[in-house]
């Protein structure tokens, strides 16, 4: 297995560590619901070294970046990071990922874990393909680090080991700066659906700042958060997880990506999706509450008056909400706000509810869902 | 941190606990060490009245935020009593797992079964084994 620079802090702190897509990573530290309340509150520190860094520059970048693209990234500026799909030619989800926009023609996508050697070897192969000979696109990985800041204190606690003023900082915007002298992306942005800020350093020195940090954060709350809790705060927050939601056999239409799909330029996978959306998509993944006991899981199947369905994708308690929350995929007809359906939980059924995305929103200064980021 | 196994009781290598109740009945629950291990218990499904069970076959399920897991019976036997209040209160079993986190009552159909099982110290040793 793969462990990031900071595997053996995380031992060290007592952490329960999982296989995550080949990555030893820590799951929880002391308990899932604690750490997730602890995010809510005041802030949670995240080891994010298994995600995956592709620097795409040189002449033809942009161009060959609109092209692998479903979002149009014209008018993006320098400093500001868009959220997007990579498409295959059928319109399937191969990965969605950020794109920072450092310099003129030179773009970092930021990729999922599990995703990001395909993702890889796809933007090469297109490279040759269709001949963007100038273009260089290399595997960041390994040299550079990433920790999650997230929660409410998370730029008072920030703003003591970062010159920059964070306060000016916009969401889904960064800065190249310091953070402890070292060399550090900052952006404002996350997978929680609080404010806070994605850190990128080199690879050798994350350790340095988690540390820095760690310490930075005790009067604050500041805790040290793991996967566990990162998968329950991202599905309250209606975000939706590569591999679990959605995959290379589902479309932007079917989840909640419509919105960061630009059928007014050429991309790979726009025929397909210009198809899908003039003919309207079969089905949609739809977010729902349990009505009767229970907690539906990935997987789960979705009935209707007795017939299968759909197919539960995200399933868990809600720590924040203290119920059961989840996603499925149900037919179109049945994916309007309010609809109940049956989801069969071991040997028995239990009604759901559709109940609109994010399950939880925070009443704050950002927006964090389907806002134009 | 863990707490002391109660001797008054015998244990699963599938960490559960069954306690005697002398009329011919036994109540069951899970572990300490399992509910360390499964850490923030948020949902309990209860066994039916009447149900009937087989020595460890799934009984009860207990589900944490991340984890799904079966409870097997430690004994042949019917479904007596549930402990409801696991239904609002889940928690109970993180809590106190050898009290009031108890999940059901059997009445048993082959007593004998209880022999086999482990007792407070082999049930310690077991887990110390399966740690390393």
Redesign the interface.
Known sequence: MNKTPLYNRHVALGARIIDFGGWAMP??YT????E?LTTRSAAGLFDICHMGEIDVKGKGAFDFLQHVLSRNIDGQKIGQMKLSVLATEEGGIMDDLTVYLLGENHYRLVTNASTKDRDYAWLLQVKDEKGFLRVEITDETDVIGKLDLQGPRSEDILQQIVPADLHSLKYYHFIETKVLNIPALVSRSGYTGEDGFEIYAPHDRIGEIWDRLLQAGVDYGLKPIGL?AR??LRLESGMMLHGNDMDETTTPYEVVYGWIVNLGKDFIGKDALSKQFSEGVKRKLVGFTMWE???A?HGYKVFKDGTEVGIVTSG??S?TLEK?IGLAFVPVELSKPGTTFDIQI?NHFAAAQVVSLPFYKKEKQYVFFNTFI | MSKVNPTDRRYTKEHEWVIDNGDGTVTIGITDHAQELL??I??V?LPEIGKQVKQMEAVA?V????S?SDVYSPVTGEVIEANQKL?QSPELINHDPYGKGWIAKLKMEQPEELQALLDASAYEAFIAAEEH
């Not at chain 1, 308990?31 to 604690?34: A, D, G, L, S, Y």
């Not at chain 2, 589900?63 to 991340?66: H, R, T, Y």
């Open positions: 799951v929880q308990n899932v619901i604690e997730h566990g998968d329950t006991r229970g907690i899981r868990t308690h720590p059961a071991r | 850490t923030d948020v949902f499904e399920v589900e944490s935020v991340k799904v239904e």
